[in-house]
């Protein structure tokens, strides 16, 4: 019997194909894959959700490394609030205005805070020490009061968290006084 195409001698071939098309059919893709030396659905699947995984864990150690940076910004900040705090409470023992010294002389003050490296009844004395300051490269003036005393002072400033740090620095410095305090121009 020929059938249009196929002859008889075909016949155990048709079986054959149809027989490869039947195992396909029940046994699907894997099998093909099998055959041909690639990694089953099974075996896919393994590898997408191990590189899943990977991934979780490398975005999660990323996330944590941003979490130690931000609590050490945090600490950071806290402990720069302190000192700032701190440096604020030891200024405000150590400010003092105008009228705690009997008000203003001829002298007019521009700026709300000025650091005070002396203050003398000679004002050749104070003239002394503006030198001083000026070689040390702080442009000064001499702020004469009521009460007789002519004080040097530098650094003016309208910010008091500007003006804290310099009284530090001028504290430390040779030819300065440990006890220079801040005139706050009221």
């Not at 609590?71 to 402990?79: F, K, N, T, W």
């Not at 720069?80 to 405000?92: I, P, V, Y």
């Not at 205005?97 to 009997?102: C, E, Q, R």
Request: overall charge positive; proline content about 3%.
């Amino acid at each position: 019997m020929q059938i249009k195409g196929i002859s008889a001698s075909n016949t155990p071939m048709k079986r054959t194909l149809i027989l490869v098309f039947a195992i396909l059919a029940v046994t699907g893709c894997d099998f093909v894959r099998t055959i041909a030396g690639r990694p089953t659905s099974a075996q896919v699947e393994k590898i997408r959700i191990e590189r899943m995984q990977a991934e979780e864990a490398a975005h999660q150690a990323r996330l944590d490394s941003m979490r130690k940076v931000q609590q050490q910004m945090a600490d950071s900040l806290a402990a720069l609030e302190a000192f700032l705090l701190d440096s604020l409470s030891q200024a405000k023992n150590a400010i003092k205005t105008p009228s705690n010294l009997g008000g203003l002389g001829n002298t007019e003050l521009s700026a709300k805070y000025y650091i005070v490296v002396g203050a003398f009844r000679d004002v050749n004395n104070a003239m002394r020490m503006q030198k001083v300051s000026v070689d040390a490269g702080y442009p000064a003036q001499i702020v004469s009061f009521r009460n007789g005393l002519n004080a040097v002072a530098i650094c003016p400033s309208d910010s008091l968290t500007e003006v804290i740090p310099k009284l530090k620095a001028v504290r430390s410095k040779e030819g300065f006084s440990k006890d220079a305090w801040l005139l706050e121009n009221k």
